[in-house]
């Protein structure tokens, strides 16, 4: 009786995974879709950190956005190959059903020919069962890699967000010991790793059974709830790693695979912003970024926009986006508290205050009334002020519009006026 169930059993895998293939070409198909909607997140994200936190974590936040963004473009790459790989692996099923090997009585080619030609390819049937093997290896790859990240760029964000939101109370360094514990463990875990394995100690069982320990602990604490799962995927890989060496060079193609078209969408978001602010501030160039006419496309303001840059009216709108941490950096500079807002003039605390913080000028010279209006952008949605630049005492011709944000921040942009 317990080996006609077995029998069973082993008929049912042996049935699901022959017919996998239909499932796995839908998933990856919706995968590819998914995947490369995630790409639009990452540049989400990446606004929210720019908007939330101290310009001082930038470089952390870059790192997990970033790496975010690799790790979808290989996910992208894997899914895409995956989905080419099955097409043709079902080619190859229907031609194999129809011709089931090579034949040289019948070949269009002579003798000799067919002969040389077919010493260099591989049999068909082998094809098949390489290249279904490597759609399986690639699926199953891609999702434990998606588990990874997910659970990593969560981790890290509430690390950097908790970071942040206790930077002013809490000494640096206390903040930072979450972190340097997570480091020693990794460094730890990756030495014993490489010391475990070397041939003079693989049989040393107190070393092994340490060794395994410490790895067992690192991966509860890194990948929480789904530890046992990504154990689970990278034992089986690691168990077969020498009859199956090759898959290692695929993997190594989804990495430069995922490379390329990452760099490629870094141009697509504000990343660089978390690593080069500086790029975006005064540098005497003409951006499109800040005009609105050449500008429609962009989702998130990282400094100032006008209507144009050819201007025809007396007056004209500036808008200065305002980052929710800047709202700590202003209440130190304007020495105001939650309480003075609402026992005071909150609108007109908060006009001095922007007047302070932010200085507008025309060819150099500060604009000494401005008039502040809070608003949200059109576009964008973000929060920020607006003010109304005169034109009426200025010639036909090229000027240039300045502002600055605190004492790091400046834009200068240029425009034509015509009358």
């Known amino acids: 009786m317990e080996e006609s169930t077995k029998t069973e059993s082993k008929n049912w895998i042996q049935r699901l995974k022959e017919e996998s293939w239909e499932a ?67 080619g190859l099923v229907g031609l194999n059903s129809v011709f089931p090997d090579y034949s040289i009585e019948d070949s269009a080619y002579s003798k000799i020919y067919t002969e040389k030609m077919l010493g260099i390819l591989p049999k068909l049937k082998d094809s098949i069962e390489k290249v279904d093997e490597l759609c399986s290896v690639i699926f199953s790859v891609a999702f434990t890699f998606l588990l990874i ?22 000494p640096s360094i206390y903040l930072l010991i979450p972190l340097y514990v997570l480091g020693i463990m990794f460094f730890t875990q990756i030495f014993l790793s490489i010391y475990a394995n070397l041939k003079s100690n693989r049989e040393k069982y107190e070393l092994q059974d340490f060794t395994f320990k410490i790895n067992k602990f690192v991966s509860m604490i890194s990948f929480g709830p789904l530890y046992k799962s990504i154990m689970q995927v990278s034992m089986i890989f690691g168990s077969n790693f020498k009859k199956k060496r090759r898959l290692a060079f695929l993997m190594l193609a ?85 309480e003075d807002l609402k026992k005071g003039n909150k609108s007109e605390i908060l006009q001095n205050c922007y007047k302070t913080y932010v200085t507008v000028k025309v060819n150099g010279k500060k604009i000494t009334t401005p008039n502040y209006i809070r608003q949200m952008h059109h576009r964008t949605d973000q929060f920020g002020i607006v003010t109304y630049i005169n034109t009426e005492d200025l010639t036909m011709g090229q000027h240039q519009i300045s502002v600055q944000k605190g004492d790091d921040k400046e834009w200068v942009i240029p425009f034509f006026l015509e009358k």
């Open 24 to 90: 796995e070409l839908l998933v990856s198909a919706v995968a590819i879709f998914g995947t490369f909607k995630l790409f639009g997140i990452i540049g989400w994200i990446t606004n929210k950190f720019i908007d939330i936190i101290n310009p001082d974590l930038y470089f952390s936040a870059y790192m997990v956005v970033f790496f975010g963004l690799f790790a979808i473009s290989i996910l992208a790459s894997m899914f895409v190959i995956h989905f080419f790989l099955r097409a043709y692996w079902i």
């Open 149 to 170: 990240y997910s659970y990593f760029s969560l981790m890290a964000s509430v690390y950097i967000l908790a970071y942040n939101a206790f930077s002013d109370t809490v």
């Open 254 to 338: 989804f990495l430069f695979s995922g490379a390329f078209a990452s760099l490629y969408q870094v141009s697509e978001t504000n990343i660089i912003y978390l690593i080069k602010p500086k790029k975006y501030f005064n540098n005497n160039l003409i951006r499109p970024v800040f005009y609105q006419d050449t500008n429609a496309e962009n989702t998130y303001l990282i400094g100032p926009e006008i209507a144009s840059e050819k201007i025809d009216s007396k007056l004209f709108k500036i808008f200065i986006p305002l980052f929710t941490y800047e709202n700590r950096l202003r209440r130190k500079l304007c020495n105001y508290t939650s």
